[in-house]
């Protein structure tokens, strides 16, 4: 089923049905996003995007988004805590008086926890690197929810650093606590129109090597995921190769 729709995603090259969504992109960094920018920029898109770092690569993205997108407004970090993801959520659904698709880039790296970290330790970094996308996540949805807006939340999480024995189990450990969050958004949303699913680090325990490789395949999942076609999927884990 999962690998049916990955081939799908990556076969239809436009959904003219995203003309005019409004897309908020969180996370954004100088090494992630920038395909998935591009992909809903040339649908014409609304795009409100939010980046990681406060950098030149504010204006780069922002200027590759600029000639196609039908309007872009870009936004810097966003502050620790509960209430700094409310106001920026509250902030980037008034950009364009709400939001059709929500996608968080969560960036993730083995080689911040030293080599003593336990399994605890790896827990609760990923717990602690989904706490905003969750908040911002938990208020757009019930803004979708309120003005039926039948609305799109992708996270996904990328992984940096090299890949090894090390990197694979901590893959592993972040696809699970994805999959986790995602599933229970899902069912706690199911039925009030606003669909809930993740892209994960691929652990090479289970996939086999049928993910997705590399943020062009992954802007294409995220503009299926989108569109009309992605409209039944809710609670869907994929997986994409590690960096």
């Not at 897309?23 to 990681?52: K, P, Y």
Request: charged letters at 20%.
């Amino acid at each position: 089923m999962l690998m049916s729709v990955i081939e799908g995603a990556l076969s239809v090259p436009a959904y003219p049905e995203l003309a005019g969504k409004r897309v908020l992109i969180t996370g954004l960094t100088s090494r992630c996003g920038v395909d998935i920018v591009r992909a809903f920029a040339e649908h014409r898109g609304r795009l409100v995007m939010q980046f990681a770092e406060a950098s030149e690569t504010m204006e780069t993205v922002a200027e590759i988004a600029a000639p196609d997108a039908l309007e872009a407004k870009a936004y810097g970090p966003v502050g620790c805590g509960t209430e700094a993801a409310v106001q920026f959520a509250k902030t980037a659904m008034r950009a364009f008086g709400g939001l059709d698709v929500v996608i968080n880039l969560v960036a993730l790296d083995p080689h911040d926890l030293d080599a003593s970290a336990t399994l605890a330790d790896v827990e609760q970094m990923v717990a602690d690197r989904l706490t905003l996308p969750h908040q911002i996540s938990r208020i757009a949805a019930n803004r979708m929810s309120m003005v039926w807006t039948e609305g799109l939340i992708l996270n996904i999480a990328t992984l940096g650093g090299s890949v090894g024995r090390r990197g694979r189990a901590f893959a592993a450990v972040a696809k699970a606590g994805l999959t986790a969050l995602t599933r229970a958004q899902a069912e706690e949303w199911a039925g009030r129109a606003v669909r809930f699913n993740a892209i994960a680090p691929e652990s090479g325990l289970a996939s086999g090597g049928q993910g997705l490789s590399g943020e062009p395949d992954i802007a294409a999942m995220a503009l299926y995921l989108a569109s009309g076609r992605g409209k039944a999927l809710s609670g869907c884990v994929f997986e994409a190769a590690v960096a």
